[in-house]
């Protein structure tokens, strides 16, 4: 069994799992008032940061394109597992179904195994199930097996996250529809 495993940028991959050629990452595009930035290995984070302190508006981000997800079904790997950004944060889960349903159009339901994984989390969180769905692989599992196991899985996930200062969300008017809450003591 030959497998890969797509994340949107989100995806917080280590540097080793960044060489691993059974990983593969999809960019999400960051704006910042007029200014777009793709997220990919040119990311400076720091200037990011800089440009959004300095920004009067909340920072936006838009998901990849299903195309770029069918892209990335094009590979030589029977199983494909993609695990994207919380849907209730992010289009990139419905890019990536919307891509998986477009390679299925044009190479038939049959020609590869693909399981699309909408995080409920972020970042490493995101992270957590690539290795998990890693660990699985490694294991032989079925690909069946290997889909209801991190289903499973998400659902037993819990996200915690701190800030480091509330002066972003205090840009963003609506932060409460896009499922954030925030608690402070």
């Known amino acids: 069994m030959s497998y890969k495993i797509i994340g949107d ?5 280590t540097p080793d799992l960044k060489k ?36 009067s508006e909340s920072p936006k981000t838009a998901c990849p394109s299903p195309e ?25 889960y419905n890019s990536a179904v919307l891509g998986k349903k477009l390679y299925e159009e044009e190479h038939g339901k049959d020609s590869k195994k693909i399981a699309v994984f909408g995080s409920d989390s972020a970042s490493c969180g995101q992270l957590n199930i690539a290795v998990y769905i890693q660990s699985l692989c490694q294991a032989s599992l079925p690909f069946e097996e290997i889909e209801d196991k991190v289903r499973a899985y998400i659902k037993s996930m819990r996200t915690y996250f701190v800030l480091e200062s509330l002066d972003t969300l205090r840009k963003r008017t609506s932060y409460r529809s896009a499922g954030i809450l925030c608690y402070c003591s």
Not at 9 to 13: A, H, K, Q
Not at 30 to 54: A, C, H, P, R, Y
Not at 75 to 91: A, N, R, Y
């Open 68 to 92: 770029l997800y069918k892209e990335a079904f094009e590979c030589e790997e029977d199983q494909v597992f993609v695990i994207t950004l919380s849907e209730h944060l992010s289009g990139s």
């Open 20 to 55: 691993d050629p059974h990983f593969q990452i999809i960019p999400l595009i960051l704006q910042v008032g007029n200014t777009q930035i793709i997220d990919d290995e040119t990311f400076d984070q720091k200037s990011f940061l800089e440009l959004v302190k300095s920004s």
């Open 9 to 13: 940028s989100c995806t917080d991959l």
